[in-house]
């Protein structure tokens, strides 16, 4: 993952105000910039049953899209998902509460959330659909 720039601001509701480092990703304008090119993929636009796998810096996901309109998911992979599990493909950002809903993007960390865990991925370093053959002749 690239270095972040710092964005310098200042606090203000102190009686002296001090200077603060933001990294510019983390503000709404800096994330924006940050992912404008960056190569990755909407889940909302893909058809049902589209099987993606994700590779992160740590982990290899299998994701199928269950609905695509609702982010909704099966995903199976590394110590959080060791089975098939649904839940929602929420987005993916630097890992705070920015995010591109929706969206997986390389050099970001996904966000899936379960019922009862939400999940922050290592950075994505690649991904890719994948094809799968249907049975039997339609």
Not at 77 to 100: D, H, M, Q, V
Request: contains cysteine; hydrophobic residues 35%; charged residues 20%.
């Amino acid at each position: 993952m690239e270095k972040p720039q710092a964005l310098t601001t200042t606090h203000i509701g102190t009686a002296d105000a001090k200077q603060l480092l933001v990294p510019s990703y983390c503000t709404l304008t800096g994330f924006t910039d940050s992912i404008v090119d960056r190569r990755g993929l909407h889940v909302g636009k893909l058809e049902a049953l589209t099987r993606i796998e994700v590779k992160t810096r740590n982990t290899l996901y299998q994701i199928t899209v269950l609905e695509p309109k609702h982010w909704k998911i099966v995903v199976h992979g590394g110590r959080f998902f060791p089975a098939e599990t649904i839940g929602y493909l929420c987005g993916s950002g630097y890992g705070g509460t920015l995010i591109k809903v929706a969206w997986i993007g390389i050099g970001l960390c996904c966000e899936i959330s379960t019922e009862s865990l939400r999940v922050v991925t290592s950075p994505v370093v690649d991904f890719r659909t994948v094809e799968q053959d249907l049975p039997g002749p339609f």
